[in-house]
């Protein structure tokens, strides 16, 4: 009676046992495959391990049941009372385990996601760096063809200004902040007389002519930023003075602080020259042409004045005092028509012979007159006469006249020092088709204040009465009318340097080989 109602009890509980261990396993096994899925998933982890625990738990309690049951139903109890402390105890244990485990499931989940939150920040990490990756490799994939190309870009521009630096006929220079030259093309140098291969080590001080232009020069560039055509003098490595246009822009340092500059000077010394030539060209132009009308306004008067003075002197002795007197207004009458037949001759007013002349010619009928007062006063000539020079047209008589009045200068520049040597020359410039006949001597040279004023009308530094100033301004106006140029050295430079005298270059234009001789008288 006792036994009947247990039965069921004991039924269920050996199948509950049983239940509990296939579960149990089956709960470990699909526990097993998510962490296979997923190994690093913390939650999957946690579970697989708990169905572990719960395993070992499940075996360990539906095992100890079914024992119990067993040796219950088959009498042994005494087995049973003997294991049963055991059974307990490690099923207490499993208890613990699955607690502990229990417990320390939030404190594992906190972890887990704090890992999660840590790994996804590193994933996004990781992802912008991929994109910057894929950045880095386009830039570097192109970065050589951008190199390249810049490279390509600024060789050509340092090309442009290597070229223009170099092959600039103007001076370009580079001039730190205390005044020293710290780079200039060959051109500047070649301006300046130097040679880039002795490396001078300029300074603008040292090339201007007046300090107070150096001291202008920085003050306007350092106020302005630049300079603009400052016209200037510069002083040669032969102490010669040239006429330079300069322009110049300061440096300046990342800070705006003056570092120099940088700037271009053009050489104006053949452009001034011509334009003093121009203007002395008009300037004679006019009196020229003023003197033209006084020659003519005297003439007559001065005509009738000698023609009395001579027929008086027929009614007086040369003894007499009227006599006397009639000689002196008679004299100085001539003179004065002397005078004014060279002014004739400066303005040109007088006909001129066209005829085909050869230049060794008129030098060698000069030299005839001249050689032998030369020789007189310890002068010697020397002939440097070029043979079979080309003709040229003009007036022999007045080309004489010039040369006699080039020589007659260098008798009186050589008297005074006893004595010299004069230097007469010809010869053909094939380049520009002239005839080039120079008159050198060994005098005492022209004063540089005085050459620009050689060929002024009545300007001379001879005594009073050894020459009237129309000489060489006749001898212009005569070469002028040829179609030729005078051009003045002095001192003369020559192969071994300069040297003491004056040379008169007379160029005339030859006689074209096409063109028909000219005869006209």
Known sequence: MTSLPMLPTIIVDMVGSVIIIVLSFLSLLYAYRLICRQPGNFLWGFLFYFCITLVCFSVSRAVGHLLKQILMISGNEVIWHGLAPYSGGFNTLLMISLAAVSVYYNKGLEAFRAMQKKALSLRHANEQLEVSAGKLQRLNANLEEIVERRTKKLSAS??????????SKDMVYFCDSVDSLTTMNNAGYK?????????????????????????KYFKTLIANGFVEDLEVEFVRADGTVIYVLLSATAVYDEEHNFIGCEGIAKDLTRVRTMMEQLASSEKMASVGQMAAGVAH??????GVILGYAQLM??????????GESLIVIERQAKACRKIVADLLKFSRQSESARENILINEVMEDVLAVTEHSLNMDH????????KDLPSIVGDAEKLRQVFIN?????????????GGKLYLSCHYDKENEQIVATVRDTGHGIPEEVKAKIFDPFF???PVGKGTGLGLSVSYGIIKDHGGVIEVESPVKGEEGEVQGTAFHVKLPVLSKEAAPVIER
């Open 313 to 322: 002197m027929d009614d007086f002795t040369p003894e007499s005092e009227e």
């Open 191 to 215: 301006m300046l007389g130097y040679s880039m291969e002795d490396d001078p080590r300029l300074k603008l001080s040292d090339i201007f002519h007046n300090e107070g232009d150096v001291e």
């Open 379 to 386: 002068i010697y000539a020397q002939r440097n006469l070029e």
């Open 406 to 418: 080039f020589v007659n200068n260098a008798h009186h520049a050589m008297e005074k020092q006893g």
């Open 158 to 167: 340092e090309k442009k200004f290597r070229n223009f630096f170099v092959n």
């Open 460 to 462: 001379t530094t001879k």
């Open 297 to 302: 306004e005297i003439n007559t008067p001065l």
